[in-house]
């Protein structure tokens, strides 16, 4: 049957055998018809090469507007005409060949299948292309982006304060790939090695944090604070750090609480959640109660595009959940006349192209059939272009979930395996294809394939996170943040910062709302409230609890330790807690040489702590009704 590929002035056959191996190449070498006779044709045909040996054909010499009066070969409503490229050389190696057992092919169909998914001709792409090349654009460029997307990089905020650095230091010592996002450029060059991958963004600043800076990106650590300093000032070589027991009045330094540690957390947040991913993952479509489907347009594409009769819909079931409830239903036709023998529906290639590398596969829930599906993800925008295919099995009657990998997805052109095809790269997803074929791969049959009425019921597509999950975002924040609106609590004992919350800008309650908006987002996180920060190494023995009682000091390398360790510990996920050493402030804890610390395993800590507890809990029992 007939392949066609559609120009802006006319029509090509593109001529394939019955296994889809090519006979006649879609070039300027094949029978032609003008773009004007497009809903002029009636009924299909078939075109053979002279190289094949075929049984019960008769040859028809076609000439430059010859009429088939009477003929079977082809009806035109307006002329009854053939028309074929003035191409000698290729004009005698055609022959048309009349099948009385074929099905009649909707070529209107066709035509509104292919313009669904392909946008008019325009010169806007060629332009850009041609843009891309004089301003040194290359192929090259394009791979080494792609590369990117597919690095898991750690994106430390607030990389130059005294905290940021460490862990800055601490991932590097790992080999751990790195970004980190700094205000001052030069302050970060003189504190770090100039290597660092580096970007200029300001958390308060919405319009600052642009998408490509999180290209890549698949954990955060952030470590942004409000500034808080003596009223006095301090010196350049920060000696408040080294003058002992002394207490300054503290005043914020630049940027308010408000715009810092709570819409610079939203900003956060919402930048960097289609990056590192979240537990429900990214929804590709759902039906919501009302019957409205979320997610990207759909569209049918049958066997219709090489001849054939099968076809297909998404169509919504109103009560056709689990529960009663609206889903999606693939449903349809399919027939294996005219060669034919699947059905499919495919989304419009997205815009922007989807980033999906934050997560381990697709995931959809389905009521079985009992048949065998295809599910095909492209990453090229072309119409016929190649596509990563992965196979699933359905149990019949039952609601099941499938688990697709995208290791699963396999390369795969014309249901032909490519075995030289590009890595799969899950940052640049264009489309997504849910396919019913009778055939598999490489001519493999479907086992579970069977011919006639087919429906699928589809409540949700969407991605999913590898497990066992690891933290995808890990915030330093401050031991005390529920503590100024605490019933009962003497606040004289309490550190400076929960003392003076309102002289200071109410700076604990809007660290406490900026943690809750993490707490709330979705994303996978962890929680650090260190006690008092100071200058002291890494190794004193350490005290983590949960509920915001503790008070006490800890080193900011121990705290760059920690936030490490959390990014590669499962049991660190969604846990909030508060950590100090053992030393009280007189002590100073320092490294004996000949006895240095061994290499702190701080999962055995994380495994101890409840998710859950945030020491809001004691502002909700002390409550009273009003």
Request: some cysteine; hydrophobic content about 40%.
């Amino acid at each position: 049957p007939p392949y066609l590929s559609i120009y802006p002035s006319f029509l090509l056959w593109q001529v394939e055998d019955d296994c889809g191996g090519m006979v006649a190449s879609a070039s300027s070498s094949c029978l032609a018809m003008p773009a004007s006779a497009f809903n002029s044709v009636a009924s299909g045909f078939v075109v053979h090469s002279h190289q094949h040996t075929l049984k019960d054909f008769s040859v028809r010499p076609l000439h430059w507007k010859t009429p088939f009066a009477g003929s079977k070969l082809l009806s035109l409503a307006a002329e009854k005409h053939i028309w074929q490229l003035s191409n000698k050389h290729f004009s005698n190696k055609l022959r048309a060949v009349v099948n009385e057992n074929r099905q009649p092919w909707d070529f209107g169909r066709f035509i509104r299948t292919f313009y669904y998914f392909n946008e008019p001709f325009s010169l806007e792409k060629p332009l850009a292309l041609l843009k891309a090349a004089v301003m040194g654009s290359t192929a090259k460029t394009l791979q080494q982006k792609d590369d990117l997307g597919s690095m898991d990089i750690v994106l430390v905020a607030g990389a130059t304060g005294g905290v940021g650095k460490r862990v800055v230091n601490a991932l590097r010592k790992r080999g751990i790939p790195i970004r980190i996002l700094v205000r001052n450029i030069e302050k970060a060059k003189q504190l770090l090695d100039d290597d660092i991958d580096m970007v200029v963004a300001d958390l308060t600043k919405k319009s600052t944090l642009l998408p490509e800076y999180f290209q890549g990106v698949r954990q955060i650590v952030n470590t942004v604070s409000v500034i808080v300093g003596p009223k006095e000032g301090d010196t350049p070589d920060r000696d408040k750090y080294n003058q002992g027991i002394k207490f300054f009045a503290p005043e914020v330094k630049g940027d308010s609480p408000e715009a810092v540690e709570y819409f610079g957390m939203m900003n956060l947040i919402e930048a960097a959640k289609e990056h590192v991913g979240v537990y429900d993952g990214k929804s590709l479509f759902c039906v919501l109660e009302n019957g409205l489907p979320v997610g990207p347009a759909w569209g049918a594409l049958d066997d219709v595009v090489m001849g054939g009769v099968s076809g297909s819909s998404l169509q919504i079931s109103m009560t056709g959940g689990e529960h009663g409830n609206p889903v999606g239903l693939f449903k349809g036709f399919v027939s294996t006349d005219n060669n034919g023998g699947f059905t499919s529906i495919r989304t419009k290639n997205f815009s922007p192209l989807q980033d999906f590398s934050a997560y381990e596969g697709l995931e959809l829930l389905v009521k079985g059939d009992g048949h065998r599906y295809k599910l095909i993800i492209r990453t090229s925008t072309d119409w016929d272009g190649l596509g990563y295919t992965a196979i699933f099995d359905t149990i019949k009657g039952q609601w099941h979930s499938v688990r697709l990998p995208f290791s699963s997805f396999a390369p795969v052109f014309r249901a032909r395996s490519v075995s030289n095809a590009s890595p799969f790269v899950t940052s640049r997803i264009a489309s997504l294809q849910l396919m019913y074929s009778k055939f598999e791969v490489d001519g493999k049959l479907n086992p579970k394939f069977e011919p006639g009425s087919f429906e699928l019921p589809l409540a949700s597509i969407q991605t999913y996170l590898k497990e066992p999950v690891t933290p995808r975002f890990v915030h330093v924040s401050s031991a005390g943040v529920t503590r100024p609106s605490r019933p009962g609590l003497n606040l004289s004992k309490q550190p400076p910062a929960v003392r003076m919350n309102k002289e200071l800008g109410y700076i604990m309650d809007f660290k406490l709302k900026g943690e809750d908006l993490l707490r709330e987002s979705g994303i996978p996180y962890t929680i650090i409230r260190p006690c008092a920060l100071t200058e002291e190494p890494a190794g004193a023995e350490l005290i983590f609890d949960q509920g915001d009682n503790i008070t006490g000091k800890i080193s900011r390398e121990e705290i760059a330790n920690i936030c490490v360790s959390a990014l590669e510990s499962p049991a660190a996920c969604d846990i909030t807690f508060e950590v100090k050493s053992n030393l009280p402030f007189s002590e100073q804890f320092v490294i004996n040489p000949n006895n240095p610390p061994l290499e702190r395993d701080y999962g055995k800590f994380f495994e101890q702590l409840q998710k859950g507890v945030t020491g809001k809990e004691a502002l909700e029992k002390e409550s009273v009704a009003v």
